[in-house]
């Protein structure tokens, strides 16, 4: 009964469910000259049956209600009353105090929801809230696992891995490539040492070595100083097969005889100009593999060497030097060693 003028009259409350993302909470208060402002509080229930306050509306005349938006489902207790400054709506605000406590006239409504009255977006987050234990699990796991693998890889295949030997697949070629030496017979060692050369290319480079004195006999000889400083700048590299280190000990020897042979015949080269035949026994001993041609004895054989190679016939008008002069180079200074 809202028109009453007493001042225990407490206002009429009714709890609506009518709307799926919020309860409305409306009122009936007295005339606008007696009250204009009605304050509802909304208590949760826990289930000891205690109370705890959750929020406190003030509903201002001539409004009669309000919507209270994204509730919870559970148990709660709804109080209106009008605020009034010698009464309380709950005594226990006060404390120890020389005055009487007074409650306020107070309309009380007892309400239950059974799911959540809240809208999409609410109901996700609280979802996902609810739910954050779980993902947190799930990601301490996740990144538990990840660095339990990355130290397994780091501390046993890795070192497995770098342990293990690399496995070299040999591969059968199907054609070997053919490779062309044009070299003047400048002497007897000379020859021995691009003997034993070509031998190292076919048995390591796996390549078809073509060899030819009689092109080039009545040639220019060799430039001495360039000669010498090929003979230098050779790279000797070890192998650990046997027959490969008898041969480069051959090819060194080879090259040794010549170096002495230069130092103790300086006019090695003269004697050179004045032979025109080349001996036939350092072309025969080049051939060590059966049944298979490798000297250019043919012009037919010559014209297709040249056209493979990009080889050019000598100019008719080249001049032939008679009597050069050569400087034999220092030795390195890995000789001295």
């Not at 003997?195 to 060899?211: D, K, N, P, Y």
């Amino acid at each position: 009964m809202p028109n009453i003028p007493s001042p225990e009259w407490s206002p009429l409350l009714i709890v609506d469910f009518s709307e799926e993302d919020g309860v409305w909470l409306r009122v009936e208060g007295p005339a606008s000259h007696r009250a204009r402002v009605i304050t509802v509080s909304i208590f949760g229930r826990h289930a000891d049956g205690s109370l705890h306050p959750l929020q406190s509306f003030s509903i201002v005349y001539p409004s009669t209600g309000l919507k209270w938006r994204n509730v919870a489902k559970g148990d709660y207790v709804a109080y209106a009353h009008i605020h009034r400054h010698d009464c309380v709506l709950v005594c226990d605000e006060l404390g120890q105090s020389p005055f009487e406590c007074k409650l306020c006239a107070h309309t009380v409504v007892n309400f239950t929801l059974s799911s959540d009255r809240a809208s999409l977006s609410w109901r996700s987050l609280r979802r996902m809230r609810d739910s954050s234990s779980s993902i947190l699990v799930a990601l301490g796991s996740a990144i538990l696992v990840l660095s339990l693998c990355g130290m397994t890889y780091v501390f046993f295949l890795r070192r497995r891995v770098r342990r293990t030997p690399v496995q070299v697949q040999e591969i059968e070629l199907q054609s070997k490539p053919s490779v062309l030496l044009l070299t003047p017979d400048d002497c007897d060692e000379h020859s021995v040492v691009v003997l034993v050369l070509s031998r190292i290319l076919e048995q390591h480079a796996g390549v078809t070595v073509m060899l030819d004195y009689h092109e080039m006999s009545n040639a220019v000889p060799s430039d001495f100083a360039r000669l010498t400083a090929l003979i230098h700048s050779i790279d000797v590299r070890e192998f650990n097969d046997a027959a490969d280190s008898a041969l480069l000990d051959e090819f060194g020897a080879a090259i040794e005889t010549m170096v002495k042979m230069m130092q103790t015949h300086p006019n090695w080269i003269e004697r050179r100009l004045l032979t025109d035949v080349v001996p036939s026994d350092l072309t025969d001993s080049f051939i060590e593999v059966p049944e298979k041609k490798l000297l250019l004895e043919t012009a037919e054989e010559k014209r297709e060497a040249a056209e493979m190679f990009g080889l050019l016939p000598p100019e008719e008008n080249e001049v032939v030097v008679e009597s050069p002069e050569f400087t034999l180079l220092a030795p390195d200074s890995s000789d001295d060693d």
